[in-house]
């Protein structure tokens, strides 16, 4: 792997964590908007109710957790830059 391909991948996920953290607010106001939502739904259907609650708690954990972000922009990142050839 090229040293420009590298930094390339390591400015996108400093640019990513960075918005990540702006948006923490929003992104935990989307977060208990969903669980109010999988919690209607689980009363209505348990399976749909606990696959709908999954992305409620992960975007709730996005937006308490530093670590989750980092993580997160790290695994976006890679995957955006998988397919980039060298120039």
């Given at each position: 792997m090229?040293?420009?391909?590298?930094?390339?991948?390591?400015r996108l996920?400093i640019?990513?964590?960075?918005l990540?953290?702006?948006y923490?607010?929003?992104?935990?106001?989307?977060?208990?908007?969903?669980?109010?939502?999988?919690?209607?739904?689980?009363?209505?259907?348990p399976?749909f109710?606990?696959?709908?609650?999954l992305p409620?708690?992960y975007?709730?954990l996005?937006?308490?957790?530093?670590?989750?972000a980092?993580?997160t922009?790290?695994l976006?990142?890679?995957?955006s830059t998988?397919?980039?050839?060298?120039?």
């Open positions: 090229s040293n420009r391909r590298r930094l390339a991948r390591e996920e640019y990513l964590v960075h990540l953290l702006a923490r607010q929003l992104i935990f106001i989307v977060g208990l908007l969903m669980l109010v939502y999988s919690a209607a739904i689980l009363l209505i259907n399976l109710g606990i696959i709908s609650l409620a708690l975007l709730i996005l937006s308490n957790s530093y670590n989750t980092l993580y922009a790290r976006v990142a890679w995957i998988l397919g980039k050839q060298d120039d």
